[in-house]
Nanobody, 113 residues
């Protein structure tokens, strides 16, 4: 059974940077499209970014240019680099492995103004 564990969340000031990590076990990330999604308080979960098994990346239009998704295959870990943080980026960020239908438990990111 595939498990995804996010880390790296916390409190950051607006304009700051943060890198989230998603460590996978029980499955190889290069065999799956991996994604990051987020859910702000009182809102629906929304897609942030994805990286395919071939390494192609896609981003939500609202986050393009500020967020970067990447992966380290030997470490079996996916990352989300977030720059120029805004208070509206405050949310729980989730990692997803589409091939397995797996989700992580989420990591809280809070951006203060």
């Amino acid at each position: 059974q595939v498990q995804l564990v996010e880390s790296g969340g916390g409190l950051v000031q607006a304009g700051g940077s943060l890198r989230l990590s998603c460590a996978a076990s029980g499955g190889i990330i290069s065999r799956s499209t991996m994604g990051w999604l987020r859910q702000a308080p009182g809102k629906q979960r929304e897609w942030v970014a994805s990286i395919t098994s071939g390494g192609s990346t896609r981003y939500s239009d609202s986050m393009k240019g500020r967020f970067t998704i990447s992966r380290d295959i030997p470490k079996n870990t996916v990352y989300l680099q977030m720059n120029s943080r805004k208070p509206e980026d405050t949310a729980v960020y989730y990692c997803q492995g589409l091939f397995w239908g797996a989700w992580g438990q989420g990591t809280q990111v809070t951006v203060s103004s």
